[in-house]
């Protein structure tokens, strides 16, 4: 008799174990080396944040669509990210701007102690709170409003994750991030580069990364 393997809401083979086994051989060979990130990626299902019809390309390395105009992120940019917020530590306070789905804000949660993330287009919200509940990340506070101007009276924060792009570095962004604290957002309007800004005694120090691609970070919130 043959053994089914492990598989997820569409077909044998689809979403299977192997496919997303696939993923994370994909990810090192990308030059992810943050093993709690990589089993990170390994315990989130990809699959369940997107359209049934699109699940067949779930652990591809690529964005998908999610409704709204906004896409789910390439799982290399979501390991890159937080590899780079993580810095080899365990992570205690962290700021998302730009919820979407909900996909990086699961992966932030298995690898901080407190997630806050904040999402412009209310249907989104409502999305990611229910994939969020479905995977038990009790850890995660969702709230509709402007990321830009942060959330101040949670901060200051050990990380900050912007995943949209910013035509500049919000000023409030920075001035919630703690001593010693990280934050990644990527920066440009046609040509993205990613940015690390740090927090230290001494001041904040920014460091260019790499070429990145995102929807863009917008004011305001939305209703639809
Ligand atoms: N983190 C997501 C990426 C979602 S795409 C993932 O896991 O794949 C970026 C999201 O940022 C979109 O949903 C968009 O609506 C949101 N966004 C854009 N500008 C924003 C702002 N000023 N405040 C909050 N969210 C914003």
Known sequence: MAIPRTSHKTGIGMTSSRTRERMLTRLREQGIQDEVVIA???????????????????????????????????????????????????LNKVLEIGTGCGYQTAVLSRVSTDVYSLERIRPLVMKARNHLRTLKCTNVKLDHADGSLGLKDYGPFDAIMVTAAASHVPPELVEQLAVGGRMVIPVGTTDQVLHLIERTAQGIQQTALESVKFVPLLGGTALS
């Open 40 to 90: 990170a990626m390994a315990e989130i299902p990809r699959h369940i944040f997107v359209d049934e019809a699109l699940s067949i390309r779930a652990y591809e390395d690529v964005s998908l669509p999610i409704g709204y105009g906004q896409t789910i992120s390439q799982p290399y940019i979501v390991a890159k990210m937080t590899q780079i917020l993580r810095n080899g530590k365990p």
